[in-house]
C-alpha cells in the first residue's frame, strides 16, 4: 500500500505515509489523498473495512478478479471497477486487467492485483508536480481512468492492421487452409471482448459525465465527457471491427468456392481433352480382322491429326467459354467495368 | 414439510414444529420462520391456501411446473419463481428446475419438486449457526438465492470448456462428419435456454435490487444487487457462448469446403497425370500396320522415358501452382505474416 | 345469435333469450349478459349498431374477418380482437380463427365466423355451473379467454415435436433431397406466424392485467395476469422455435457438403486406384517390337502382382489419411473427447 | 389547380372557382374548401406562399419530388407528405408517387405531380354526394388517404403471388440458373422499399391517430386510427415478406447443394461401374507372351461374365448406400417419418 | 484565419480584419462575425482560448482530427464537430473531413485543416450579397451546414451506380474471381462508414432543430429541421446500400454454385460418354484367342454403330434431364411463369 497526500497549497506530493496515520489523513478536510493498493493483502482489505468502512460486498468484490466494470454510488464514497488493457495484449488473445477503486470526499483508493501502466505513469507526473491533485480528488482520478482509456488506442490500431492484413491474405489466398479462419475466430472473440467491455465502460463514464454521481463536482464533467467521448469512439471501432470479421468469413466461403471453380475446370479440362483421345486410340487398339484403316500407308498419321484437332477444338471450345486463358485480365476489366 | 424458526435473540435455529403450530409462530411478529416444502402434496397447498391465504392463481402456478422466473407482488406477501441448475446438468442437456417461493414479512416459504443443493446447504448452516436468520426473512432468502446462483458457475464452466474443445475439433477435423454438427446444435439449444432463463432472473433480481418490493428493506438492497450483478455475468457469457457457438457454425462449413478442394485436389492430380499417360500408351496400342516407332530397338524406352517427362512435368506444374507438397508450410506463413 | 343471463344471486344462467329483449335486459344492472353471435349475419351487426351503439368501425373491423389481434377502449365499452388456433391446424400450416368481441359493464359479446372450441367449451360449463359468471363479466370474459389461450399448447407440442423429428431427419439424412428444406420452410413460416400472433395478443393481455382498461377491475387482474403469463410462454416458445428452425437450416447446409465429401472421396478413391492400373494395363498393351517383359515366362503375373501393390498402396494411403475405414469411429471419438 | 367548396347545409359540392376568388372563399369560417393541384405550376406555389402564406420551405420541399413521409405542424396548418402506389407497380419494380398536402381549419390541398386513383375517386364521390365534406376537412382528408392506403393491397396481394410462385420455383428447380436468384433480389429489394415507407408511413397515422394534431377534431380520431391499423398490417407482411425472401435465399444454397450431389452421384456412379470394366479389359489387351487365360475356349466368355459381376456389384453397392433407384420415394417417406 | 464582419443593416459583409480587432468586434451585439480557420495555427487557438475564452477540452478536440460528429453545449456558445464529404471521394474509399465550428449569439467559428468546398461556396455568396447573414448567426451556420450536407448527394448517387453495376456483374459473371468480391467488401466497409457518420450527424441535427439549443432561435428551427430531414434520408440510404451490398454478397456465392453446377456437369456429360465407348473398345482390343466377333466381316462397323447409339442414348438422357439444350430458354420460362 503507498499512500500519497497532497495538502492544499503544497508544491509537492508527500508520500510515505503508513496505514497507522490514515486516520488522521483523513481528517484533513481540504487535501487530496491517494492510496494505491498494489498486489494488495488481507492486512489493505483490514483497512477498507475498518478505515473506510466501506460495504463488506464492495470488498469481496474488490477481492475477486472476475467483475464486470460497474459504478456503484454509496452515501460517502463511490465504489467503481474499470478494466485496462494489460500490458502485453495483442489482437489475437485481447485482455483486460482489473482495477477496483473508491472515490470519497477527500480521498481516490486504487486496487489492482496486476501491474497498471496508467497508474505508474500518474504516479511518476505527481513526483514531479502536483497539477493533478489541486482541483480535488475528482480530477485526480479523471486523470488515471484517462490514461487508462488512452491505452487502448495502441490496441485498436494492431486490430486495425491485423484485419488490414487478414483480407488481403483471403483474397491473394494461394492455399485455401484453415489458418486463416482460425484468425479470424481469434480476432473474433478478441472484438467481441473487447467490445462488451469499452460498452459497460462507456455506460459508467456516461453516468459519471453527467453528474448522476454527486461526488464529481459539476467543473469536473466535461473531463468526464472527454473520456466518455473516447470510449464512444472505442465502442464504435470495436463494433466496426466486428462488422468487418463478419464480412471476411463471410467473404471467405466464396473465395474458397471460386478456387474449387479453378480445380474443377483443371479437372473437367484435361477430362474432356484426355477422354476423347484415348477413345480413338482406344478404337485403332481393337482386334479386329476387317479394319480398313488399319492397313492404309498413312493412317496412323490421320489418326494423330485427327487427334490433335479434336484437342484443338477442345481447347478453342473451353477458351471461347473463357475458361483458359485471360481469366485475370477479364476479372479486372468486370472489375473496372 | 419442514418448519424452521428463528426467535429473536436466540443462539440456534429451532425445528420440528408441526402444521399446527404454524398459525401461532406467524403470530411471532420479529420472528423468522422458514417453511420448505420439498416434494408438496395437497395438505401443502392447503396450507398455503388457508393458513397463509395466498391467491389462488399462484398456489396453482406452484403446482404446475413449468414456468419462467418471475416475481409478483401482493399486499402482504411476495410471490417468486427462480430456476436453479440440476445437479447433473451437462453444457448438451442444460436443464433447470424451479423453486417457487413466498416472502412475507415474517417467513420465507420455499416449494419445490426436486431437491435443490442450495437449499440443503443453508439448512446445514442454520443447524450450525442462526446468522443467516439473524437479520430477517429476506436475508435468509437472500442466502438462499445466492447459493442458487452460485450453482451456475461450474455449469459455465463447463460450457466454457466444451466449446473451446469443440472449436478444436473443427479445425483439427480428420473427417468431416455430422458429430460435430449435432454437438454444436445441442449447445446452441442449451445456451439459448440458459440465456433465456437468466435473462428472466435478472429482470427479477434488477427489481428486487432497486427497492421495488417492499418487503426487501433498504439495507438489504446491496446483498440483492450483488447477486444481480452475478446474474448479469451468467446471462453475458451465455450471450458469449451463443456468439461462440454461432461463430463455430459458421467456421464449420468454410472448413469443410477447404477438405472437400483438399479431395478435389488430389482427384484433380491423378486425373492430370494418369489420363495423358493412358493415352500415350493407347496410342501405341493401336494396331496400324504402318506405325514407325514400333520396329525400333529403343522406342519402348523412349516412350517411358516420354511418359515420365510428362509425369514429372504435371506434378512440376501442380507443385509451382501450390497444389502439392509445402502445403502446411505455406499456411503457417501466411499465417504468420 | 344466442344470450345467456346470469341475474344476480341465480342458481342458473338462463338462456333463450330474444334480441328484442335485449334493451330490457341491458337495463338490470347487476346481471351478466353474454351475447355470443356466430356466423353473424347482418340482423345481428343492426344489433350492434342499434342496441349497444358501438362506433360503426369497430362493426366494420367486425365483419372484415383480417385484422391482427388489439384492444381498444371507448367510453362504454371495450372493443378486442383475439385470434384462437383452429380445431385441425398442424404446424405445416399453422392458422389461426378471430374472435372479435366487447365487454361492456354487464355484458360480455363475442363475435366469429368460425366455430370456437373455447366457447362451447364455456357454454357447456354454464349449463351446469354459473360460477363462471358469478363473478361479472370481466370474470366471465377472462375464462373464454383463457380457454382460448389453453387451446395453444397443444399446438406448440406439435411445434417442437415436429422440430425434434426434422432435426433428427437432417442429420439421418440417407438421401439429400429438398423435402427436408420444405419442411424446414413451412414450419419457418408457422412459426414465424404463431410468433407473430402471440406478440400482438401479448401487448393486449399486458394492457389488460396492468389495470389499464377500467372495465376489468381490480381484482381481477390476478386472472388476466395469468393470462399474459400463458401467453409470455408461447411466445417464448415461439421464438425458441423459429431459432430452432435457423439453427436446422444453418446446419443442412454442412450437412449436405459433408455428404458430397464423402461423394467425393468414393471418386476419388475409385479413380486413384483405377487410372493407375489402367495405365499399367496400357502400358503392356502397347505394340512395340521390342519390350523386354513381354516374352519373359512370369511377366503376366509379375505385373499382376505389381498393380495388386500399387492398389494397396493407395487403398494403404487413403487409410492413413482418413477417408476409408474407421469413419464412424472416429467420428464418435471427436465428439466424445 | 381545381378548387372544390362545400358550404354548410348544402346538398352539392360547387366547383369551377378561380384562384381569383381564393382570399374570399377562405374567409367562410364554416365551408370545407379542396384545392387539388396535379402538375402543378409555379403560380400554384405562389398561391401556396402568398394566399396560404406557408413557410416557404415546405413549399420548396413539395417542388423536390424525393421526400419521404412525414408530417409537420405549424400553428395554421399541417404539412404531410404521403406515398401511393403509382397504377401498374409490380413487385419487381415497387415504386410509390408521392403526395404532398395541407390541412388547414377550413381547407384541404393535395400537390401531386403524378396522377392519383385515389383523389380521382373522391372527386367522383364528392360530385354525386357531399358526404365526404359535411364532417369537415379532416374528415376529407381522411377519406384521401384511407383509399390511398387502400391501393395497397392489391400490391400486396401480387407479393404475395409471387413470393408462393418463386418459392415453388426453387424447389422444382429443373436447371440451376440465376434468374431465381435475380428475382429474389429484385422482390426483396421492392420489399424493403414498401417496408421503409409503410414504416414511416405509420409513424405519420400514429401521430395522427393519438390526437397530437390539433387540427385533426377527437371525434376523427377513430378514423384515422382504422388507417393505421390499416398501415400495421401493411408494415407487418412487409416484414413477413423480407423474411419469407430471405428464408427463400438461404433455402436456394442448399437446393443447388442437392443438385451438385446429384450430379456428382451420377458421375461417381459412371466411374466406378467403368473404370473397373477399363482396367479389366486392358489387362487382356496386353501383350504378354504367357498369358494362360488368352488362349482358353471360353475365356472371353468367362470374362464378359465377371465384367458383368462387378458392373452388378457396384450397382448394388450403390443401391444399397441410397445413390441410387427409389431416391424420391425415400425423400416422400422420409418427409412423412 | 479569415474574418468577415456584417453589421446590421449593412449592404455588404466586410471583410479583412485581423486578429487583434476581434475583441472590439465581439462587443458589437447586432453584429454578425465570420470567423474561418482554415490550416489552424497554434496562434488561432491562442485566439479560441484567450479571445473567446473557450474551454480548454474543446480546443483540444478541435486540434486533433479524428473525432466523432458531436454537439456541446456551453454556457455561452455551442461547440459542434460535422463531418463533409472530401472533394475526391469515391464509393471504393469514403472518406469525410472534420468541420469543428463554435456558434456564439454574435459570432460563427469554422476551424477546420482541409479545403471545405461548402465554406467556399457561401463565402463566394456572401461576397455579392450579406442575405446569407441578414438572420443572424444561426441563419449563417444552417447554410454553411446545409451546403456541406447538400455535397453527400452525388456521393449517394454514385453508390447507387456502383452497387447496380456490381449486381449486373454478379449475375452476369463470365468468370467466377475474387475481383467481385473485393468490390463488394470495399464498398460495404464505405457504407458502413457512411451509414455511422450520418447517424451520428443526424442525431446532433435532431437536437438542433427540437431547440434544444439555446443559441438557435425558435423561427431558425424548421431551416435545421429541413437539414435533419435530408440526413434522415441520407442514413436511410446508406442503411438501403448496406442491405443491398449484403444481399449482393448473399447471392455470390449462389451464382459460384450454380457456375460449379455447370462445370461439374459438363464433366459429368464428358465422362458419362466416353468411359463406356472406351470401354467397348477396350473390350475388343482384349487379346483372346477365341473372340466370335473379332474374325466377322463387318464387326468393326458394327461396333461403331454399336458405339454412336450408346453415345446418342446418353445424350438423349442427358438432355431429357435437361443438363444440355434450352438451358436458357428454360430459365426464362421458369422465371415468367
Known sequence: MEILVYREGAKTVESGFTV?????????????????????TDADEQVLL????????TVEDCRENRHYPKVEEFPDYVY?????????????RFNTIELDG?????YVITYHHEMFRSINNVKKQLSTSPVACQRGPAFLLHQILDQIV????????????????????????KQPNNVILENIMELKRSVLRLRRISAKQMDIFYRMSRGEIH????????????????LIRVTDLAENYRDLLSG????????????????????????????????IAGVYGMNFEHMPELPTQYGYFVVWGF????????????????WIGSGKKTAKEEGKS
Chains 1, 2, 3, 4, 5 share one sequence.
Not at 215 to 230: E, G, K, S, V
Open 20 to 40: 497507522e496515520q490514515l486516520p488522521e489523513l483523513l481528517k484533513e478536510e481540504k487535501s487530496v489523498i491517494w492510496v494505491d493498493m498494489p498486489e494488495p
Open 50 to 57: 475498518e478505515v473506510f468502512r466501506f460495504h463488506p460486498l
Open 80 to 92: 467503481f471497477i474499470v478494466h485496462g488493457v494489460t500490458a502485453n495484449t495483442s489482437p489475437d
Open 102 to 106: 473508491f472515490l470519497g470526499h477527500n
Open 150 to 173: 488512452d491505452f487502448y488506442s495502441p490496441v485498436l490500431d494492431d486490430f486495425d492492421e491485423r484485419i488490414d492484413q487478414l483480407e488481403e491474405n483471403i483474397f491473394s489466398l
Open 215 to 230: 461526488l464529481i463536482p459539476q467543473q469536473m464533467l466535461p473531463f468526464y465527457r472527454d473520456i466518455y467521448d473516447h
Open 248 to 279: 471476411a468469413l463471410e467473404a471467405y466461403l466464396p473465395v474458397v468456392s471460386n478456387r474449387m471453380n479453378e480445380i474443377m475446370k483443371v479437372l473437367t479440362i484435361f477430362s474432356a481433352i484426355m477422354l476423347p483421345l484415348t477413345f
Open 307 to 322: 487427334m490433335l484437332c479434336v484437342a484443338g477444338l477442345m481447347l478453342f471450345l473451353f477458351w471461347r467459354a473463357g
